[in-house]
């Protein structure tokens, strides 16, 4: 593993950062709250403004222990927040990402975009091997990831409980992976 990564990434379109506390509020209005953005999370809707806060410190846990963590991803052009992505380190070689935008930005390659970039990051960090899970049924979610170069390596049957869509019951997950170095 090296060293620590950038707080602030940019991209043709994107900026990714590093969350802070007051961004509480925009994450909880713009996405994190919204029943159609987080369907297919393996994380429940934000009910409040104590669930962002939450992330928010676990967020800042993640950055103290590792080189990168989650990055909140905005317009360059206006700075508007439109989602989240990053890294979550299962050991020095080994991380998950994931994603997900606010419903006014889909459909417009940020996913792609931001998801590109996040693998740079991992790259720069010394991961060897970057794993997302994805719902069977989330298409475009699969178009992003293989835009990304990631491949898909199998099913995971009865593997992650979506608690936005079936509380409590375990259900498949596609597992994409892209070896890195």
Partial sequence: MTGRQPERVETERLVLRRPQPEDAEAIFARYASDPEVTRYLSFPRHASL???????????????????????????????????????????????????????????GYATEALRAVVDVASSAGVLRLHALCHCDHAASVRVLEKAGFACEGTLRRYCVFPNLSPGEPLDVLCYARVLG
């Fill in 50 to 108: 104590e669930n962002t806060r939450a992330f928010l410190a676990l967020s800042d846990a993640d950055w103290s222990r590792w080189p990168a963590g989650p990055y909140l991803i905005e317009r360059r052009d206006g700075g508007e927040l439109i989602g989240s992505t990053g890294l979550s380190f299962e050991s020095e070689q080994r991380a998950a990402t994931g994603y997900l935008l606010a419903r006014e930005a889909w459909g417009r």
